[in-house]
């Protein structure tokens, strides 16, 4: 069983910058890869990015490439979100979740089996 809690969510202004947080445990998080999604009003849950079980590896999506960066820290069992250049169509819930079955990092959220609740993320214009 793996628990995970995002935080860092809030209101920013277009342009801006915030950097969500996910803290895991439950399992030894060097073991999984890591993956953050969104899902707007209305709208289906889509791939931010992700990254591999070392930190070597990540994957974007299109519109998360060139402003946003994922990290992770595996001796804190966390991993991070940097969003800058943000844009009021990033507004959504972000959730951050965990493929424990293999070294996956990649935009299907079928192979993530462990997820957050959440955490919002507003940017107004």
């Known amino acids: 069983q793996v628990r995970l809690t ?8 277009a342009g801006g910058s915030l950097r969500l947080s996910c803290a ?3 399992r030894t998080f060097s073991s ?6 969104r899902q ?6 889509e791939f931010v990015g992700a990254i591999s079980r070392s930190g070597g590896v990540t994957n974007f999506a299109g519109s998360a490439k060139g402003r946003f960066t994922i990290s992770r820290d595996n001796a804190k069992n966390t991993v991070h979100l940097q969003m800058d250049s943000l844009k009021p169509e990033d507004t959504a819930v972000y959730y951050c979740a965990a493929a424990t079955g293999s070294n996956y990092y ?13 955490t919002q993320v ?3 214009s």
């Open 24 to 26: 895991a445990s439950g």
């Open 32 to 37: 999984f890869a890591m993956g953050w999604f």
């Open 40 to 45: 707007a009003p209305g709208k289906e849950r």
């Open 122 to 124: 507003t940017v107004t």
């Open 6 to 13: 995002e935080s860092g969510g809030g209101l920013v202004q």
């Open 106 to 118: 990649g935009p299907s959220p079928r192979e993530y089996d462990y997820w957050g609740q959440g």
